[in-house]
């Protein structure tokens, strides 16, 4: 568990980082959305399933969607 | 039918309720707001006598979510609700789109001010705390004008990081001790504090600092308050920052039991108040002016009362009383002038006071209050600020230093008060008032019975300044605090 | 300290450090609230780390599994359910604020917006 | 010179994020990972079962011992969509508006084929919150995720109204189930129905009615907030 859930906090935060740095706000929601998936992963192995369901399904896929859409009425890329 | 729990009940429901049916709105609202407004006088006659537990769900109690009304908690319920009852008699004619959200969003923020008073379990009164920062969010952007938008997303962004703050000291407190429960919190802490419990302190005085304006975070105030409706201005300078700093002052005293001057917040709370004040003076728009002052008021408040003394917190429940009144009359003030002239810069205010007879002289009242003049309340609470801080041992430089802020600050105060008010009763009106019948009526009332509230409890301030004791020994009292809840 | 150990503590507080970095340093409305969400979730992390104990299983009495004495902490886990939603309506309602700021604006940088300047 | 103070911000900032970190980190070297710090910990996992009926200690500490919490986040999420309704209700001003895209005929059928046993997970869910994971939460958002769909394939409308009242309506017998606690045995949000036997669909008294009523809120809720993003 111990390589495992190193290996999956490093992939979380480097997600993060990239979710921060690009200017692709898209692609920073989907980003976004991957991190929350990972974290409800490690809720799984800290032997939390409620709350990795409740992440997995309002963290990882209704923010998202939420994030896209908010994005779509607004603008892709951000500028300067 | 004495149960501090009916308050948060009828408000949710209420709201609930208002939304379900989609009409009939302001009877409900009105219905919920008096039906408290009682309610919270018996809370408070029978939290003097001993103070309330109500424990939910039938459970013991370390193991339950309680609540708890000491003397001082009842009493900012009895605030809460009256100014609530107040601000909702107002709205009845001011208030004219969107009335179904707008009563339930503003029956939420009653109920998040109550529950964060009320809560005796730190994630309890982090959950009322968030009701309380979304409801005014919301009712920040009530007017959907550009500028209400920008200040409701200031006031979100900086609220949430906030929020965020308190959860991590949540977090690190529930670490150490494994407890929600406030008392129970409170009885593992003893001095010296460990470098974890100085770090959870720090982050919760920042967390809760945020709804109570205190110095580097309250950047969103100015904007936020004046962008609100008038009325929900008055709820929110009136009561969510002392509601804020109730939660401040009852974790650094009641609960960490911090002993003597809490010094970070007494620095804060001085820098606040200064520079409250000043910039006061240099506003141009009656609201923003007005919420300046409140975060110089808040400023003073806190700093008195980081001296951590049974006098100094007298002193400073008497300026919170003083202050929400005064500060809801101002503003509901404000509102009837923006209703008949549609502008809220000062220069454009001339003779408004000669207009409204009744409302201005109730605005006069709360200008005299603020500042300290006989026979208001506010005469009394300076009063006792100062008397108070004359009695304290130890720290005297400090205790100097800030009387003699005081005083150059209430000539300031004074200054840009008594500036509005002679525009107000200036000889060449420009001020055209549109009658407006009944409707005018209907927002005189609040106006003008907090305004002779003001008038009556300067008059007979026993009754005040007895309930402001009893709410000061329940707040510096841990032991009692602990004894009571956990038996 | 032993790094590994607080393996957890460390990932939850670099999603907390990188949101900060974000609510501070971005200049779009967006971005910002993204820092916020990451905030979130880094906090989530570390209550479900403070509530875990070694070997211990979920909280969740099945015909298996029924000894209550070895099972991890279930006061986080609620804590955090509540802190999820809270998290969903407070970004909801800062994604329609930000709709709205752009759709008077025309724009999402803060340094544009003269009434967003903090 | 303009460049120079940008790199200043920046630096400044993270100076400032990673001081934070190092803080937290500090103030957590007296809480060790994995180690057991429980204290009412304790009693709920040994009481739960035996006093709630519920087989999912979680459920029996979101809705038991701590259901006052969840009576608040409930209107934490109703204060959200309330909100977001507030702010988007305004369509005076010209919103930009994405150029309209027709959904394909694959997702159209795929929509169509799916939609009835997403909402039926939902259902799953909530239904039998106290004795699996999930509850009514995620099965909010699972039936809010099926209403998504719809809206994506642009099927059917979304009856707003009746969402609302829904909404409201659930939340309002939430509070009546509570204040019914307080009329039968004196305490609000009292678990006054049988607890039955451990484990049962039918078992843990008004528990599953309080996940049933929460997914059901839920789901209207962010089904209402979805249709309002979206925005006709």
């Known amino acids: 568990m111990g390589i495992l859930s190193a290996f999956l906090i490093l992939i979380m935060s480097v997600a993060a980082v990239f979710a921060v740095h690009t200017k692709d706000l898209i692609g920073a929601s989907l980003l976004l959305g991957f991190v929350s998936l990972i974290s409800a992963i490690l809720f799984y192995l800290l032997q939390a399933p409620d709350v990795a369901m409740a992440e997995a399904s309002i963290g990882a896929a209704l923010t998202t969607a939420i994030f896209i859409m908010a994005v779509k009425k607004t603008k892709r890329f951000e500028d300067e | ?487 | 300290m032993d790094l590994v150990r607080s393996l957890y503590y460390l990932g939850a507080f670099l999603l907390i450090g990188i949101g900060f970095y974000a609510v501070l340093g971005k200049k779009n409305l967006i971005k910002v609230i993204m820092g916020l969400s990451l905030i979130d979730n880094g906090i989530n992390l570390l209550f479900i780390a403070i509530g875990y104990v070694r070997h211990h299983t979920a909280p969740i009495i099945t015909s298996q599994i029924s000894d209550t004495s070895l099972m991890v902490d279930p006061v986080p886990q609620a804590l955090v359910l509540t802190a999820i939603v809270i998290e969903l309506s407070v970004l909801a309602l800062a994604l329609a604020l930000a709709v709205k700021v752009f759709a008077v604006h025309k724009t999402l940088n803060l340094n544009k917006i003269k009434g967003l300047k903090w | 010179m303009n460049r120079f103070n940008k790199i200043f911000a920046y630096s400044s900032v993270f100076l400032i994020s990673l001081c934070l970190l190092v803080v937290f980190l500090l103030a957590f070297r007296a809480i060790p990972f994995g180690a057991d710090t429980m204290d009412v910990g304790h009693f709920y996992l040994e009481d739960a079962a035996k006093s709630t009926g519920s087989a999912n200690i979680v459920t029996a500490v979101v809705l038991g011992f701590r259901g006052f919490d969840t009576l608040g986040e409930v209107m934490v999420l109703f204060l959200g969509a309330v909100g977001l309704g507030l702010v988007l209700s305004s369509q005076k001003d010209s919103t930009h508006s994405p150029a309209k895209t027709f959904p394909s005929l694959i997702l159209k059928t795929m929509a169509d084929l799916v939609f009835p046993f997403i909402v039926l997970f939902g259902i799953y869910i909530f239904m039998h919150g106290h004795i699996s994971p999930g509850g009514g939460f995620p099965a909010g958002a699972v039936l809010a995720s099926g209403y998504l769909l719809l809206f994506l394939s642009q099927r059917g409308g979304y009856h707003i109204r009746l969402a609302q009242r829904v909404e409201t309506g659930s939340g309002l017998v939430f509070v009546i189930v509570g204040l019914a606690g307080l009329y039968f045995s004196g305490f609000f949000l009292h678990n006054f129905l049988p607890v039955g036997r451990l484990g049962s669909l039918y078992s843990a008294g008004i528990i599953p009615v309080l996940y049933s009523l929460i997914g059901i809120k839920v789901g209207a809720e962010l089904g209402g907030i979805i249709y309002r993003l979206f925005g006709e």
């Open chain 2, 1 to 487: 039918m004495v149960n501090p729990l009916y308050i948060l009940v009828s408000l949710v429901f209420f709201a609930l309720l208002i939304l379900f049916v989609q009409r009939f709105s302001k009877y409900f609202a009105l219905l919920a707001t008096a039906f408290n407004f009682y309610l919270s006088i018996n809370i408070l006659i029978a939290a003097l006598k001993k103070p309330l537990l109500v424990n939910l769900g039938g459970w013991k109690v370390p193991f339950c979510i309680s609540l708890f009304a000491s003397p001082l908690s009842a009493a900012l319920v009895l605030l809460v609700s009256l100014v609530g009852f107040c601000a909702v008699v107002f709205s009845f004619s001011y208030i004219e789109e969107e009335r179904n959200r707008y009563y339930a969003l503003l029956l939420l923020l009653l109920a998040g001010s109550s529950g964060v008073v009320l809560a005796a379990d730190i994630f309890n009164m982090f959950v009322f705390f968030e009701i309380l920062c979304i409801s005014s969010y919301a009712l920040v952007a009530y007017q959907r004008k550009a500028d209400s938008f920008e200040a409701a997303f200031k006031y979100l962004v900086q609220g949430s990081v906030g929020s965020s703050f308190i959860l991590i000291a949540i977090a690190i407190i529930y670490g150490l001790f494994g407890t929600l429960n406030l008392a129970h919190i409170a009885r593992h802490i003893s001095f010296p504090l460990t470098f974890s419990l100085k770090v959870a302190l720090a982050l919760l005085v920042a967390g809760f600092g945020v709804e109570a304006a205190i110095f580097p975070f309250n950047f969103w105030l100015p904007d936020a308050h004046p962008a609100a409706p008038s009325p929900v201005s008055a709820v929110l300078s009136g009561l969510a920052i002392k509601v804020g700093l109730y939660a401040v002052l009852r974790l650094i005293f009641t609960i960490f039991g911090y002993p003597g001057v809490f010094l970070p917040l007494l620095f804060l709370a001085l820098f606040t108040f200064v520079v409250g004040e000043f910039a006061a003076l240099a506003q141009g728009n009656l609201k923003r002016m007005l919420a300046y002052s409140s975060m110089g008021q808040i400023g003073l408040i806190a700093a008195v009362m980081s001296f951590g003394s049974v006098y100094t917190f007298t002193a400073g429940f008497l300026q919170i009383f003083n202050h929400a009144l005064a500060k809801s009359v101002l503003f509901l003030a404000s509102g009837v002038f923006f209703y008949q002239g549609h502008s809220l810069e000062i220069s454009d205010l001339k003779g408004a006071g000669r207009k409204n007879v009744l409302v201005g002289a109730a605005f006069a009242a709360g200008i005299f209050s603020l500042v300290g003049l006989p026979p208001f309340l506010g005469f009394f609470s300076k009063l006792a600020i100062l008397v108070s801080l004359f009695r304290t041992q130890g720290t005297l430089v400090l205790a100097y230093i800030f009387i003699f802020l005081i005083v150059i600050l209430t000539a300031v105060e004074a200054a840009y008060f008594l500036r509005v008010l002679g525009v107000l009763y200036q000889k060449p009106a420009v001020f055209s008032a549109a009658s407006g019948g009944k409707k005018m009526a209907l927002m005189q009332i609040p106006v003008v019975f907090l305004g002779l509230l003001l008038l009556g409890l300067g008059l007979f301030p026993q009754i005040v300044q007895k309930i402001a004791y009893f709410a000061a020994s329940s707040l510096l009292n841990k032991a009692a605090y602990i004894k009571f809840i956990l038996g």
